[in-house]
T-cell receptor, first 111, second 112 residues
Framework: DGGITQSPKYLFRKEGQNVTLSCEQN?????MYWYRQDPGQGLRLIYY???????QKGDIAEGYSVSREKKESFPLTVTSAQKNPTAFYLC??????????FGDGTRLSIL | KQEVTQIPAALSVPEGENLVLNCSFT??????LQWFRQDPGKGLTSLLL?????REQTSGRLNASLDKSSGRSTLYIAASQPGDSATYLC???????????FGKGTKLSVKP
């Protein structure tokens, strides 16, 4: 079955630690996205990539980094510079002008 | 800057009732508008996508309309069921911003 796989489902970060969230898709989509969702808030865009080896900052990119070395993969690193990382992180992908497909999310918490 | 607003923030209805969820956006220069459903602790499931040239889309008991000139969309759910309980999110794909802009959602509860 085609879809988007995010791992892990739950992740805990220690002070000063970088952590990486995985996002893999087998839908052959060119565009991939990372969103952050806080309680009672809509989704906010962190980074997006329209094509391999290219990505752009979204509205809240500070403290995050990404890479897009393969079409299928778009990992997100939450760096120690992100002082308030506790949130639900969602990865998505799509064809141009088609609906976005989402993974099941990763919930990140501070230890 | 494009802003998306959803009213009400929460809604509780008895089973069987027809209901309407509202979405408004400030800039009519959109490519399309998408409605999503989100269950607690889960990702988003796409329900309907309306292109900017379209007026409405239907899928089963769901009907979404788009009035670009007034910056409004509605999601109509017919004969609501307890299984419809979830948060419904509206998002617009803005021409200049190149990505989806989301509203904060309407949390729907359908009581048996």
């Amino acid at each position: 079955d085609g879809g988007i796989t995010q791992s892990p489902k739950y992740l805990f970060r220690k002070e000063g630690q970088n952590v990486t969230l995985s996002c893999e898709q087998n839908l052959n989509h060119d565009a991939m996205y990372w969103y952050r969702q806080d309680p009672g808030q809509g989704l906010r865009l962190i980074y997006y990539s329209q094509i391999v080896n290219d990505f752009q900052k979204g509205d809240i990119a500070e403290g995050y980094s990404v890479s897009r070395e393969k079409k299928e993969s778009f990992p997100l690193t939450v760096t120690s510079a992100q002082k308030n990382p506790t949130a639900f992180y969602l990865c998505a992908s799509r064809w141009p002008n088609q609906p976005q497909h989402f993974g099941d999310g990763t919930r990140l918490s501070i230890l | 800057k494009q802003e998306v607003t959803q009213i009400p923030a929460a809604l509780s209805v008895p089973e069987g009732e027809n209901l309407v969820l509202n979405c408004s956006f400030t800039d009519s220069a959109i490519y399309n508008l998408q409605w999503f459903r989100q269950d607690p602790g889960k990702g988003l499931t796409s329900l309907l996508l309306i292109q900017s040239s379209q007026r409405e889309q239907t899928s089963g008991r769901l009907n979404a309309s788009l009035d670009k000139s007034s910056g409004r969309s509605t999601l109509y759910i017919a004969a609501s069921q307890p299984g419809d309980s979830a948060t419904y999110l509206c998002a617009v794909y803005h021409r200049s911003q190149g990505n989806l802009i989301f509203g904060k959602g309407t949390k729907l509860s359908v009581k048996p």
